[in-house]
T-cell receptor, first 107, second 115 residues
């Protein structure tokens, strides 16, 4: 069945450093979504990408959807302590979630 | 607050008991999803409704799990004869229907502990 893999599993950064998480699907996706989950919270929608090669920006966050629509990335520029949490990608009709990348930011 | 709500927020039960959770989606959303999430993992799809019709059910879901959405509004998830392995956060999400719009809005979840 369809699988969505995310790397890395976790990352520790110093505040101000950049961060990138990668998402790979075993099959072509019609769309991909990114969610953020704070510790103790629930997933919160960040963005949806639909088009091949699409790039979207939200302030310090940059999202990319691969040309083959099988991979995606989220890049955070100059991390802040408020960026702490787990970032999930999700794709497919049933919205298959990756295991997430947990971001730790040291002030 | 017009977001997704879930009740109860926490449930502790003994093995073998039945439990039922409720989810109230955002009012204009046709689609409703149930997920299970364990520590360190992403949400795991359980089932999905389009209005009152249950269109998809995970093969991972045993016969002890059943979900309903009788009037196309709120939904219930029942677990019969609970087992310790059922301990998890049960998340509900809703989304508007149509096209590529699969954006889901999650509720706060119901944390189930089976003793």
């Amino acid at each position: 069945g369809q699988q969505v893999m995310q790397i890395p599993q976790y990352q520790h950064v110093q505040e101000g450093e950049d961060f990138t998480t990668y998402c790979n699907s075993s099959t072509t996706l019609s769309n991909i979504q990114w969610y953020k989950q704070r510790p103790g919270g629930h997933p919160v929608f960040l963005i949806q990408l639909v088009k091949s090669g699409e790039v979207k920006k939200q302030k310090r966050l940059t999202f990319q959807f691969g040309e083959a629509k099988k991979n995606s990335s989220l890049h955070i520029t100059a991390t802040q302590t408020t960026d702490v949490g787990t970032y999930f990608c999700a794709g497919g009709f049933k919205t298959i979630f990756g295991a997430g990348t947990r971001l730790f930011v040291k002030a | 607050d017009t977001g997704v709500s879930q009740d109860p927020r926490h449930k502790i039960t003994k093995r073998g008991q039945n439990v039922t959770f409720r989810c109230d989606p955002i009012s204009e959303h046709n689609r409703l999803y149930w997920y299970r999430q364990t520590l360190g993992q992403g949400p795991e799809f359980l089932t999905y409704f389009q209005n009152e019709a249950q269109l998809e059910k995970s093969r991972l879901l045993s016969d002890r799990f059943s979900a309903e959405r009788p009037k196309g509004s709120f939904s219930t998830l029942e677990i019969q004869r609970t087992e310790q392995g059922d301990s998890a956060m049960y998340l509900c999400a809703s989304s508007p229907s149509g096209g590529h719009t699969d954006t889901q809005y999650f509720g706060p979840g119901t944390r189930l502990t089976v003793l």
